[in-house]
């Protein structure tokens, strides 16, 4: 790469990143031209781009006639008389392409195990559940549940879903019993597929227990069998008639399975998010036009060639594990790195270390992680990338938060050599895919800026109104066309996916991202300036504040009222901070710590420990307008630490403010 200020540095001008020649010349879109070429395309025959790109990464079983139906919008179809079968695209398809022997799948264990399966190897695995949740009675339309951690079963398990038309809901196996209760109950899964535990970070953790625990707390009678993966081999209760060992239920079946067909809008997995209000929602996405843009994205964003090994360090409870582990470089029969740990252990340089060993090309993280490892290379030189050869890497990732241009810089310097380019993914679990982001081979980079829309992705800037506001003036993210890998409906909810996604104060024309976005006056690049919503981002997790209000107000017996807002937090992104007022008299000192840890506790067990309040502060009661409304505002800035400069004449009690100005 070489970096410029086109013509010297003037005042207030940024620093541009491009991508060497070298770097162009191989890549798959290569050199800006190139992508003006696709967005011109786009824009004079919208549609005819979509249907070209579906059949180039896409097989289908039944091609399809018709590309978008917009005769019930919101609710767009893509490719709807189509058929396919995603699993059927990440396995067959590779190996009717000789890819049998390429190796899948690098699974590296917490303990550093590897353990390799190639594209013959991991069809066979995936006939082998399908035919086992067929034993079961699983039937397309089903779902299954999947808690479990990062493996080649948790992968396996999902294609093995899709092969059979079941659709998948994978939990995050750091969601607490309550919370994998809440999602089970609301999709109604006929079987949850777990482990007996998982291992991070040297340690043991539970799996099954907390799917015992969620299936007792009641609501879950949809639940005909729980199959479990052995992980850790230590004993677990196994429920008679309804638990099953899985290596008991898939060892005698078959090495093929049939795919099951489905139409394009099949719904191929629901993945539950925060929003607003305090019920996660179970996103829906689509079978064919997912997939599409799984795989399109993952060619053009990481421009992924046959000999590269991909590693992107999500876990398969989130989004970005589905589209760029178990979906989009399946797709492409790429090979990839599956990994079960930490960054941090044994030490925080593992990442560096398994990049050198596996000799990683695209390597794709969050900037937490890199924010973490910043300060851990800063405090113990041992674990600097430095001091290990990462020269076979080609290219970097960025997702999940903004990027701060320090972190850039380092991640550029220390991690890419100068050399590789860094793509600051910016997309949803709603987007299903990149939506604007650079590519690689194309776009000037500039730190902190996810640079433009992805090739048919109409983003902009608008007002409140709707209107298109002027580069350099900030205003609403919105994607003004339906797009491919877009959500479908919220679950069991439509009337709440409109009023989220295409409100009608708003024209329901766009589709509203819930974040706020500038567009640079002379480069026209995008800058994600944050949530419009109630929605935190801590490390890189989407967090609603009302669903952390609603945990705390849960605990009847001690709390009254509560209030969560973000402050800005240097390593996690934002900080979650509560307010909270209880139900016994204001408490100091080593009490009110110990109720902070019981609350916090509490909240780790309402939903995981990801949601716990970084701050607790306490009050005997909450700032509120004469009309009896919270007043945010003022709890932003006091979470902040920063001087009131709000009016708050109208307080009833002003006193408050000085208690609520001790953290605990
Ligand atoms: O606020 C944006 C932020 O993460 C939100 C989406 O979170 P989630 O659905 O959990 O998906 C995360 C992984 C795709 C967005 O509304 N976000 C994500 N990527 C970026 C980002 N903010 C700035 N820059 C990004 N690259």
Redesign the pocket.
């Known amino acids: 790469m070489n970096a410029s200020t086109a013509g010297g540095p003037q005042a207030g001008e940024v620093r541009m990143y491009y991508p060497s020649e070298e770097f162009v010349r191989q890549a798959t879109i290569s050199g800006m031209s190139a992508y003006e070429a696709l967005c011109r395309e786009a824009e004079s025959d919208y549609t005819g781009y979509w249907a070209k790109r579906a059949r180039e990464m896409v097989t289908w079983k039944t091609p399809f006639t018709q590309v978008l139906d917009e005769s019930n919008a919101p609710f767009f179809k893509w490719f709807a008389d189509g058929t396919l079968n995603a699993s059927y695209n990440c396995l067959d398809r590779n190996l009717e392409r000789g890819l049998g022997d390429k190796t899948a799948i690098i699974f590296e264990a917490d303990d550093g195990e590897v353990t390799r399966i190639n594209y013959r190897d991991l069809h066979a695995k995936v006939c082998q559940i399908a035919n086992g949740l067929r034993s079961l009675g699983v039937q397309k339309g089903d779902r299954v549940v999947i808690y479990i951690s990062m493996s080649i079963d948790g992968v396996a398990a999902m294609l093995a879903c899709a092969r059979i038309g079941a659709t998948h809901s994978v939990v995050f196996g750091g969601f607490s019993a309550q919370a994998l209760r809440d999602r089970i109950e609301d999709t109604r899964a006929k079987v949850v597929i777990t482990a007996d535990h998982q291992i991070r970070g040297g340690k043991q953790l539970p799996l099954k227990a907390i799917v015992d625990e969620a299936l007792s707390l009641g609501g879950c009678d949809s639940v005909e069998r729980v199959l479990v993966v052995r992980r850790s081999g230590a004993p677990v209760n196994m429920v008679q008639g309804r638990d099953r060992w899985m290596a008991d239920v898939v060892g005698g079946q078959a090495q093929t399975c049939e795919p099951e067909w489905v139409e394009a809008e099949h719904p191929l997995f629901l993945l539950y998010?925060s929003g607003s209000t305090g019920k996660p929602k179970g996103v829906q996405h689509s079978t064919g036009g997912y997939l599409v843009h799984a795989a399109l994205t993952t060619a053009w964003t990481f421009d992924l060639k046959p000999n590269d090994i991909f590693w992107c360090t999500a876990d398969i409870g989130?989004?970005?594990g589905h589209t760029y582990i178990a979906y989009g470089p399946m797709a492409l029969g790429a090979t990839q790195i599956v990994f079960e740990g930490v960054p941090t252990f044994p030490d925080a340089s593992r990442f560096w270390r398994m990049i050198e060993r596996h000799k990683v090309t695209i390597f794709y993280t969050a900037p937490t992680a890199i924010r973490s490892l910043i300060k851990a290379a800063e405090s113990n030189d041992t674990v600097h990338p430095r001091n290990f050869d990462l020269s076979s890497l080609r290219l970097l990732g960025?997702?999940?938060?903004?990027?701060n241009p320090a972190a850039w810089e380092w991640y550029y310097r220390h991690v890419g050599g100068e050399r590789c380019p860094i793509v600051?993914?910016?997309?949803?679990?709603?987007t299903g895919g990149h939506v604007i982001t650079p590519l690689p081979g194309a776009t000037p980079l500039v730190p902190g800026s996810?640079t433009l829309p992805f090739p048919g992705i109409m983003a902009a800037v608008v007002d409140e109104t709707g209107k298109d506001v002027p580069n350099g003036q900030g205003g609403i993210l919105v994607i003004k066309r339906p797009w491919p890998s877009m959500i479908r409906t919220i679950w069991g909810d439509p009337e709440r996916f409109k009023k989220s996604y295409y409100p009608e104060e708003f024209g329901g024309k766009y589709y509203l991202?819930?974040?706020g976005a500038i567009r640079d006056a002379k480069t026209g690049y995008f800058t994600?300036t944050?949530?419009i919503d109630d929605?935190l981002?801590v490390s890189?997790?989407?967090m609603g504040t009302m669903e952390i209000e609603s945990a705390l107000v849960a605990k009847t017996d001690l709390v009254a009222e509560a209030a969560v807002v973000g402050r800005p937090d240097e390593t996690t992104g934002e900080a979650i901070c509560a307010f909270v007022v209880l139900k016994r008299p204001l408490p100091t000192g080593d009490e009110a710590r110990a109720i902070a840890k019981e609350l916090r506790d509490w909240v780790a067990k309402e939903i995981g420990p990801i949601a716990k309040p970084k701050d607790i502060r306490f009050g005997e009661n909450l700032p509120k307008t004469r009309s009896g409304k919270i007043m945010r505002r003022l709890l932003r800035s006091i979470a902040k630490g920063e001087a009131i400069t709000q009016d708050t004449s109208t307080l009833e009690n002003p006193a408050i403010l000085d208690q609520l100005g001790q953290a605990y």
């Open positions: 998010t989130w989004i970005t960025s997702v999940g938060e903004p990027i600051d993914t910016f997309w949803q679990t709603e996810c991202a819930g974040d994600i944050g949530r929605v981002n890189g997790h989407r």
